[in-house]
């Protein structure tokens, strides 16, 4: 009787530890709607201080001066490295295109926040050069 127990006991806790594994991987990644407003595009224009192409997203940091002559340092979350070199865009390509000290128009979404990020669509330099694009959110042209 006690041996029946320990195995409905036992038969329990592999379902539940079963449940678990597969349920913790779902709630592991944020949709980009949730975070950013994806219904109004922005465009800021500063100097690229630095560029990090790492997981889970490659992020892109530049400094904007407000309309009281303030620095306001701003960045943008891009694709992960592997979907932006998929999609041609190398390590050594990005940092070559967006130099620390280059001036550059960033565009994309709005943090829900208010906070100075946004969620990647284009930048283009100073020349007018698109140096990377992406058509709508996630999706590199």
Do not use: C
């Amino acid at each position: 009787m006690r041996s029946k127990i320990v195995l409905k006991s036992l038969a329990a806790a592999i379902v539940m530890i079963g449940l678990l594994m597969v349920s913790v991987p779902a709630s592991g990644h944020h949709g980009t709607g949730i975070s950013y407003d994806l219904t109004k595009p922005v465009t800021s224009k500063g100097v690229i201080v630095s560029f990090a192409f790492r997981n889970p997203h490659a992020q892109l940091y530049w400094d904007v001066k407000d309309e009281k002559g303030e620095i306001v340092h701003w960045s943008a979350e891009m694709n992960a490295p592997s979907n932006l070199e998929r999609a041609g865009w190398t390590r050594s390509a990005i940092i070559e295109a967006l130099k620390p000290g280059q001036e550059v128009t960033v565009t994309g979404f709005p943090s829900k926040t208010g906070a100075p990020t946004l969620v990647f669509s284009k930048a283009v330099t100073a020349s007018g050069a698109e140096v990377l694009s992406v058509g709508g959110p996630g999706k590199i042209e």
